[in-house]
């Protein structure tokens, strides 16, 4: 991992030269994180939302010749296509386990059977310990399990992450290919086999050798990404210092991240475009 106040920039001092590169690129990969990203986080998952004009914005960049989209997410296809419904672009749920291809086919991992047999035991015995905690929310995914704290007191998030870290590592110490992260007041038990690094470097990897990666989450599950996508890739943190980091650049919030899309967009327009809009104007 890399010290983010050390290594990694304000994505708005670079701005003109990664806009100059995503410009050049034959492609640009857009992979975005969902909740902290395109959306203000909220006191539970059910209240975010994404901020006003990003569908818009994604289904622009869709449209684009040369751009590919692709939401990267913990939550399901069939949530975050209900929360952000563009044609044309991939839905990445569950960090990977499903895909939804831009033709709108839809792909489940091999690896998704492990984790949908394993975690029905794990759910009963994580509710049996804390499920009716005063501010603990249990999300089941289906192929994922959630365990959200952000409304609790610290001395009830403190047990609700003791007691999920140990009904996991009972499991994985028997085997079982599941790994536990912590989010933003969540922490989450998943595959171990599938994340969003491998996931994002495959589809990369379906766009041809000339394909620039441009990947923009505010999550610890990003950083799997991070670290594992080409060097020249554009990876950018949202969230505030002090923060842990792989990524080359940052950004304060959603905010920001909307207002850096519009500018890609408007930088694979094209000058010729950006001229005729410059005269109408």
């Not at 995503?22 to 857009?30: L, N, S």
Request: charged share 20%.
């Amino acid at each position: 991992m890399i010290d983010m106040p050390a290594t990694a920039r304000w994505l708005r001092e670079v701005e003109a030269d990664v806009l100059q590169r995503i410009a050049a690129a034959h492609c640009a990969f857009c992979f975005l994180d969902y909740d902290g990203t395109l959306s203000p986080l909220a006191p539970t998952p059910g209240q975010a939302r994404p901020l006003p004009g990003a569908a818009a914005v994604l289904a622009a960049l869709a449209e684009s010749p040369g751009i590919r989209v692709a939401l990267v997410t913990g939550r399901t296809v069939t949530e975050i296509r209900r929360l952000v419904d563009v044609p044309g672009i991939y839905y990445i749920g569950i960090h990977g386990l499903e895909i939804c291809l831009p033709d709108g086919s839809f792909e489940l991992s091999e690896h998704a059977a492990v984790v949908r047999a394993a975690l029905p035991p794990i759910k009963q015995q994580i509710e049996q310990a804390i499920g009716k905690r005063p501010g603990i929310l249990i999300e089941d995914k289906g192929l994922a399990l959630a365990c959200h704290y952000r409304l609790a007191s610290r001395a009830e998030a403190a047990r609700a992450r003791e007691t999920v870290a140990a009904v996991a590592s009972s499991y994985q110490w028997r085997g079982v290919q599941i790994a536990v992260t912590h989010g933003h007041e969540v922490i989450e038990i998943r595959s171990a086999l599938v994340h969003k690094g491998n996931t994002a470097c495959r589809l990369l990897g379906t766009q041809g050798p000339l394909a620039l990666a441009v990947y923009i989450g505010d999550d610890q599950t990003d950083e799997d990404a991070f670290e594992l996508l080409p060097p020249e890739s554009i990876t950018v943190r949202v969230g505030p210092t002090p923060l842990t980091t792989a990524a080359r650049y940052r950004v304060a919030d959603p905010g920001e991240v909307l207002r850096f899309l519009r500018a890609l967009l408007d930088c694979r327009r094209g000058p010729e475009l950006a001229a005729a809009q410059a005269f109408e104007g």
